[in-house]
Structure formats: structure tokens, C-alpha cells
């Protein structure tokens, strides 16, 4: 009798407790959107963070709260601007793409520069 009036506590106390929050899903890129519409809706999704602008760089990063997917937006006087990158994380690999709006060769300079990104550590 204890053991089944345990299980109805437990039951009763499972239907109560909230659902668990899904995960969240990232935009792809549509590179057949504009640029500008494009670069906004990536901005504004939530719960991704945008990485502290450094006036050196002409580009902004975006990155979800995993660390699972990262937008590079340029800005201008980049190279390939106007040009917006993605990278996932896909097991151990981080697959990058993007949409080449501007210069073509500005776009493969950008496209190395952040996969050069891939094997950067630190030195301590």
C-alpha cells in the first residue's frame, strides 16, 4: 500500500513540474535573401550572443549560447563585403559556409581567414 501511494506521490509530482525547454535551432543562410534582410534576421534570433565590436575588425560575430553555431556579418571595408559566413559544429568538425555577395576573391579571403580560426589556440 505504501509503495503504491509513493509512486501516485511521484506520478502526481512529475505532472506538475514544467516541460523541458527544447533546444534551440539556428537559422541557415539563404543567400538568395538580401544581404541586409539577411544579416538582420540572423542578429535578432535569440539566444545568441553578439561578440563585443572591435573597431579593428570589419565584421561582427554572432554566436549561440552552445557554442554550436557562429555568424560572421561584414561590415564595411571588408574583404568581400558584402558577405555573410556560418559556422556548426557537426562532431568533432566545424563545417563553414556562407553567401558570397560581394568580390569573389575578397569572399575566399574571408572564407580562410575563418577557417584559419579552426586551429587557433592560445599561447600560455
Known sequence: MRSRAAALAALALTACAPAAEPEPTYLGLDCASPFEAQAAALAAQPHLTPAP?????????????????????TVKGAPGHPAIMMQKA????IITTGC???DA????????????????????
Request: no cysteine; aromatic share 16%.
Open 53 to 73: 565590436k572591435d573597431p579593428a575588425e570589419p565584421y561582427r560575430f554572432y554566436s549561440s549560447t552552445d557554442g554550436r553555431t557562429s555568424y560572421l556579418i
Open 105 to 124: 576573391r575578397g569572399y575566399d579571403q574571408l572564407h580562410a581567414y575563418l577557417d584559419s580560426l579552426k586551429t587557433w589556440t592560445r599561447n600560455q
Open 90 to 93: 557537426k562532431g568533432g568538425d
Open 100 to 102: 558570397p555577395y560581394g
